[in-house]
């Protein structure tokens, strides 16, 4: 059934093995509910079967310190990523979704639990897990947009020059922006800038690309055609996403798998699958598909005591 989605209940901080029937739209969706606590026994469908989780984030728990106190920004969240995932992390602002994201970026180290890729913990930044941000000066003003594709290729050491040339220009191509290859930024508008920094995470070919709310600083126009293209992308090139935001109706056409963060501090409140496209934005059913997240995103939740400095 067209928009029908899958709710997976949050994790909980008892153990239950109990089945959960969800009423979603028109149909019924079956899960299991699980153990925060337990890796084995993470959130899923029944009668499906996945091969190994290329990126497993497990009882992960982020703080930063203010002058006054210790703050927590996420509390023991787990979620798993498959390979060609668009996996998207979906909250309201302050619930640690960026935050998350760093930390899976090898930036920050959790307090609690851990985070593997390929099943190996992440400690550092790696050219496995490049990041897209929001920002439009992330490209140096001074190098071409060729240069900008080419710099973290020849920086890195993983390709020459003539060979990091050829694959920055295939990538260019791929955002439509090959012709435009010796120009510098700031002859560029906002969203062509933001598919040079597409290109140049891509050409990396990291095994994870990480965007931490790329349209966010975009025009509605201008957002909804790089969200198209974005989708016309990964349809060519099937790279694996980790996707934030916290735009309900951005979350349900980008990703196929949507984690939701509660508010502060961002403690796992639902997975949900979606299979909406940018077509179904004006129906009845996404609309009610909408709805029914943003009550599940703001339900009441006891609040997490905050440690004091």
């Not at 993983?158 to 090959?178: I, N, Q, S």
Request: proline share 6%; aromatic share 6%.
């Amino acid at each position: 059934m067209k928009n029908r989605l899958r709710f997976l209940p949050a994790l909980s901080t008892a153990s239950s093995g109990s089945d959960a029937a969800l009423r979603v739209g028109s149909g019924f969706a079956t899960a299991r509910s699980h153990s925060r606590a337990s890796n084995s026994n993470r959130s899923r469908p029944f009668n499906e079967t996945y091969p190994s989780p290329l990126l497993q984030v497990d009882g992960v728990s982020l703080e930063y310190r203010t002058p006054q106190r210790v703050v927590r920004a996420t509390h023991r969240v787990s979620f798993d990523v498959h390979e060609a995932d668009r996996f998207v992390l979906l909250g309201p602002s302050g619930c640690g979704k960026s935050t998350l994201l760093k930390s899976i970026g090898g930036f920050i180290a959790p307090v609690e639990g851990e985070i593997r890729l390929g099943g190996h913990v992440v400690t550092a930044p790696g050219a496995d897990r490049i990041v897209v941000f929001q920002e439009f000066d992330q490209l140096p003003p001074w190098k071409t947009v060729l240069e900008n594709v080419m710099f973290p290729l020849r920086a890195s050491r993983t390709l020459g020059k003539k060979e990091a040339a050829e694959r920055a220009l295939h990538y260019l191509d791929k955002v439509g922006l090959a012709q435009f290859a010796d120009v510098h930024p700031h002859q560029l508008s906002g969203g062509m800038k933001q598919r040079v920094a597409i290109a140049r995470a891509l050409a990396m070919q990291p095994r994870v690309l990480l965007m931490d709310e790329p349209f966010a600083a975009l025009d509605a126009l201008t957002r909804r055609k790089m969200q198209e293209e974005l989708l016309q992308l990964w349809e060519e090139v099937r790279f694996t996403l980790l996707f934030v935001t916290h735009s309900i109706e951005e979350a349900l056409i980008i990703g196929n798998r949507i984690a939701m963060l509660s508010p502060h501090p961002g403690r796992m409140r639902a997975e949900i699958n979606s299979n909406a496209n940018l077509s179904d934005i004006g129906s009845a059913s996404f609309q009610g598909n909408v709805q029914r997240i943003h009550r599940m995103l703001f339900e009441e939740e006891q609040p997490l005591q905050e440690k004091v400095a």
